[in-house]
């Protein structure tokens, strides 16, 4: 092979290779709300969190509806962070705490339920709960931590779109009618701080 | 008795105790979806009967959307928790006399739904 076909093949890779990039350029800026159902790596939970950094959040001792839970999921007293205190219209508290000297963080409330999380898949660990009947009495929560980068969860029920509460790294947003069931949220977005919209996928 | 033997024996016994404290601390909790299943799309495992339980929990291996709540037999459902991430979710707080459920129940799946294992405390 001479060295002028050489030199065409190699314009030939090249072109063809800026001809991928261009097309792969266009698709991901086409729409910056890209359904992501998943982080592509995935964010340990702890250091992803600065509310797990802070000491005036820690509690004394080991409140009594912690000492409910499983046995191996009861935490240690000193390390409890309580990152929600009676908020919302159901009066929503969370404890958060770090699980032994690992990036996996437990979350327990006595209204949204409880979990242990290793890393953040996506930026808002979202959970849809009820406390009492469904359909009736309290009205569905959805909530969870969220990651430093997120600045606003947009929740989606009935075509309108409400925004949840967010403080301490823990997100929550009930629905304003107490009968819908846990299937009314249509929707559910988690805005980052870069601008990213993602789309939960719930 | 030679003192080896004793010291032998005082482990046995030990050891004796120590599993039966073991025993007696776990014999509460029931395992109603076992590890050696496979989880399907939309139906509902439970617990198989009524119990007072103290709290409900889904381990899954992987990520996927998983519902646990509690549920009369017939027509309510109850303490409602439904997540993608968290493993275990815990449903910590059930409310009454109820079945226990936990079921897949929505999601992209990502690898096999196989090892998922369903417990409460009652």
């Not at chain 1, 820690?58 to 046995?71: D, E, I, K, Q, S």
């Not at chain 1, 404890?95 to 930026?123: E, H, K, M």
């Not at chain 1, 009930?174 to 949220?185: C, F, G, I, R, Y």
């Not at chain 2, 109820?98 to 409460?120: E, H, K, R």
Request: proline share 6%; charged share 15%.
């Amino acid at each position: 092979m001479s060295i002028t076909n050489l030199k065409r093949r190699n314009w030939t890779v090249l072109g063809v290779v800026a001809v991928f990039a261009a097309v792969a350029a266009v698709l991901t800026s086409r729409d910056s709300t890209a359904r992501a159902t998943a982080s592509p790596v995935p964010q340990p939970a702890l250091p992803a969190m600065a509310a797990m950094k802070n000491p005036s959040l820690f509690v004394t001792g080991v409140p009594a509806f912690l000492t409910r839970l499983p046995a191996d999921m009861v935490p240690t007293a000193g390390s409890i962070r309580k990152v929600a205190d009676r908020v919302g219209r159901s009066g929503i508290t969370m404890y958060i705490w770090q699980v032994g000297v690992t990036n996996t963080i437990c979350l327990a409330s006595p209204t949204v339920g409880a979990g242990c999380l290793d890393a953040f898949r996506r930026p808002f660990d979202v959970s849809i709960t009820d406390v009492d009947i469904v359909g009736e009495g309290d009205a569905v929560v959805v909530s969870g931590p969220v990651t430093d980068e997120v600045v606003d969860i947009e929740v989606t029920v009935g075509g309108q779109v409400g925004h949840a509460t967010i403080a301490n790294n823990f997100a929550y947003y009930e629905l304003a009618d107490a009968t819908l069931h846990p299937d009314a949220v249509e929707k559910v977005v988690a805005r980052l701080r870069d601008g990213t919209r993602f789309d939960l996928g719930v | 008795m030679n003192p080896k033997h004793l010291l032998v024996r005082a482990a046995a016994l030990a050891a004796v105790v120590v599993a039966l404290s073991a025993t007696a601390a776990s014999a509460t909790i029931q395992t109603y979806f076992g590890p050696a299943w496979t989880q399907q799309y939309g139906v509902r495992y439970d617990s198989g009967g009524y119990n007072y339980p103290n709290w409900n929990r889904a381990y899954r291996p992987l990520w996927y959307y998983e519902t646990i709540h509690y549920w009369d037999g017939c027509c309510t459902s109850w303490g409602f928790k439904r997540n993608y991430d968290e493993n275990p979710i815990v449903w910590p707080n059930p409310g009454g006399y109820a079945w226990s459920t936990c079921m897949y129940s929505d999601g992209d799946i990502q690898g096999s739904l196989d090892d998922v294992t369903c417990q409460f405390d009652a």
